[in-house]
């Protein structure tokens, strides 16, 4: 069995008696130390015998293989894979923070906790909300957090009959997963022909059952919703509350707060918005933000401030509880302080602006070579469909984003959202400059004409990476995670 691009696994370079470590005699340890019989393993570990350097190489050279933003062009949309600026790292790294633990007493935390809570109140500022919690980890935490405040809300109102979340059929899929994890039945809005939630869809729900809907401003389409501030009016007319999904907040901080929309309950995506790391699963941060009314609900403890002193208030009869061990995940709750701090309230305005420039430009450039499903200007980023290519040379999104792998860029989101057959779904961000994104067009082009000429190509792509194109069917199905000596093994 070889490696990813004939790369030797590690198992593979062992060779018997080679040695990468050295440990201490004995007599060097703890006097008299001995580890009791129960304790030693009766056979070999396992591990394959290298010496240093061969380990170093190694990942060194797996290093290389990996993609990241600082390498070249990110445009996954939805996903907001913009730079992050390295001075975050540096402030997330000083002494006073990772030494830092958790269970100190609140005298020894007074720092952190002034960070944390100046954190909620710039939060609240931008997005006009009143308080908040720092606590859960990601932005599909923050959603179910957000749920169990709504129900938490109306069962204090005695209004456990309101049961009902409305969902767009083009919002991120997390969205359904958590109101219906929360315990609220899930009822799915058609897309107009526009793009955006029609009033006529959501007439017929609004009644003793509605709790709320859930929305994403701009949209997954990368559309602004024209008709919010009717929606909002019409849903709290019925009783119901508005739930902010924050993935998008960056096309629109300092142009519009969700607030001011009338929702009720917001998310963030911390590792999206305000340039903290992003991308393998984490780290992230997805602080809930909420009206006064849902104040009182928020997860304990809150962090407060009291004659100028910082202390966790754990005396909140109504709330929901914790929703992470202790105070959310500090290292990325540093580096968005320190990236709201570094821009501004000027900055943070003229990143939306650039997020928005950059993706109008591609749309435009783009447009003659993919189809534009939906006509007029989006916001941080567009989607596109390659159904056309597909109907007349059977090539795929899927055959297109492989293709761009060849070329070193990432590929941007393939289908999705869902409303759009063959989706593209690109966010260039305002971190990119104008020559790469011409680049970009430039081999969007040659991946288009090739299309046309050579649709082979695009299905055998990529070519020039270590990994090959997989079965992604049985990779799904039978996936390998783990090194097998024998590869039959199962």
């Known amino acids: 069995m070889s490696g990813a691009g004939d790369f030797p696994l590690l198992f593979e370079r062992s ?8 440990f201490p005699p004995p007599d060097t340890g703890v006097a008299g130390a001995v580890l009791p019989e129960s304790l030693r393993r009766k056979a070999p570990i396992g591990l394959p015998a290298l010496s240093e350097v061969e380990v170093v190489r190694h990942y060194v050279n797996l290093s290389r293989r990996s993609y ?3 390498l070249g062009f990110y445009p996954l949309g939805s996903c907001t894979m913009k730079y992050n600026p390295k001075i975050e790292e540096q402030v997330a790294r000083l002494p006073g923070f990772t030494a830092v633990h958790p269970l100190q007493p609140e005298e020894g935390l007074q720092g952190i906790l002034a960070l944390l809570h100046e954190l909620t109140a710039r939060l609240c500022r931008i997005t006009g909300m009143d308080w908040g919690t720092l606590q859960p980890f990601a932005g599909a935490h923050g959603e179910f957090t957000g749920m169990k405040l709504f129900r938490a809300y109306f069962a204090k109102r005695g209004e456990q009959g309101r049961t009902k979340i409305l969902v767009p059929d083009s919002a991120h899929g997390t969205n359904p997963a ?3 994890l929360a315990g609220f039945e899930v009822v799915e809005l058609r897309s107009s022909s526009a793009g955006v939630v029609s009033l006529d869809e959501i007439a017929p729900h609004l009644d003793e059952r509605l709790a709320g809907i859930m929305l994403t401003n701009p949209n997954t389409l990368g559309l602004f919703e024209p008709d919010i501030l009717e929606i909002s009016r019409r849903v709290h007319a019925a009783g119901g509350l508005l739930y902010y999904d924050g ?8 142009k519009a707060r969700p607030g001011d929309m009338g929702f ?4 963030l995506n911390l590792h999206k918005t305000f340039g903290t790391p992003h991308g393998g699963g984490g780290p992230g941060a997805g602080p809930v933000l909420v009206t006064e009314a849902l104040r009182p609900f928020l997860p304990a403890p809150d962090i407060a401030s009291r004659e100028g002193r910082y202390l966790l208030d754990y005396d909140r009869p109504d709330s929901i509880g914790r929703v992470s061990g202790f105070y959310g995940n500090i290292g990325v709750l540093i580096r968005a302080y320190a990236y709201l701090l570094a821009l501004g309230a000027d900055g943070l305005s003229a990143a939306s602006e650039g997020a928005v420039l950059n993706a109008n430009y591609l749309r435009e450039r783009l447009a003659g070579l993919l189809e534009l499903p939906y006509p007029g200007l989006c916001k941080h980023e567009l989607v596109l469909s390659a159904r056309r290519l597909k109907d007349e040379c059977g090539v795929t999104a899927l055959d297109v984003a492989k293709r761009l792998l060849d070329y070193g860029i990432h590929p941007p989101t393939i289908y ?3 409303v759009v057959s063959e989706a593209l779904m690109i966010e260039p961000t305002e971190s990119e400059s104008k020559e790469g994104l011409d680049a970009f067009v430039e081999i969007m082009g040659e991946i288009v004409r090739d299309a046309r000429e050579n649709p082979s190509l695009l299905r055998a792509a990529p070519t020039a990476t270590p990994v090959r194109r ?3 069917v049985l990779a799904a199905r039978r996936p390998i ?4 000596r024998n590869p039959s093994e199962t």
Not at 15 to 22: I, K, L, N, Q
């Open 470 to 472: 997989v079965d992604e």
């Open 178 to 180: 958590s109101a219906h």
């Open 264 to 267: 009720d309950v917001v998310h």
């Open 68 to 70: 990241g933003v600082d």
């Open 416 to 418: 999705f959202p869902l």
């Open 15 to 22: 060779r018997e008696g080679r040695v990468g470590y050295r």
């Open 481 to 484: 995670v783990r090194w097998r």
């Open 247 to 254: 993935a998008n907040l960056n096309a629109v901080m300092g």
